[in-house]
């Protein structure tokens, strides 16, 4: 009788594991979008950043805004601003294309891929300034 109740122990973990997991709330990674248009226009929903990592050549952000009536993912702008500075100084932004009128707070962790970015502005290194990131900077490297 034991040896069975320890064979099922190890069994029913990993389910719990694995359904603590699928409930993360974490997207696909999307491309970014490179637009001074869409950047200057932003979105009327404000977001709170509540920190960023790379991993690869894919920042994670993590954060939440108040919304949740629309199901949509927001962009991550880039307006092609850059200050002049060693590694090179880039605004960015969580952008979402539709209006969401809904009280209800999401929370979720954004992935996005650097890789076009990196392109773009010719470097291998960035200090991205996320709208919203009260700790200021992130320095991204290319990987």
Do not use: H
């Not at 999307?30 to 950043?49: C, D, L, N, P, R």
């Amino acid at each position: 009788m034991k040896s069975s109740a320890l064979k099922i122990m190890p069994l029913c973990c990993l389910l719990g594991l694995l359904c603590f997991s699928c409930n993360k709330e974490v997207s696909e990674v999307k491309a970014m979008v490179f637009s001074a248009e869409v950047y200057q226009a932003g979105s009327k929903e404000v977001f709170t950043v509540n920190g960023a990592s790379q991993k690869g050549n894919v920042l994670e952000i993590s954060g939440s805004y108040t919304g949740g009536c629309v199901d949509q993912e927001p962009d991550l702008v880039w307006g092609f601003e850059m200050g002049q500075s060693l590694p090179p100084f880039v605004p960015i932004k969580l952008v979402l294309q539709n209006a969401d009128n809904c009280d209800k707070q999401v929370s979720k962790t954004w992935r996005f891929d650097l890789t076009e970015l990196f392109s773009i502005a010719q470097a291998d290194e960035l200090s991205l300034s996320i709208e919203g990131l009260n700790s200021g900077t992130i320095r991204v490297k290319k990987k």
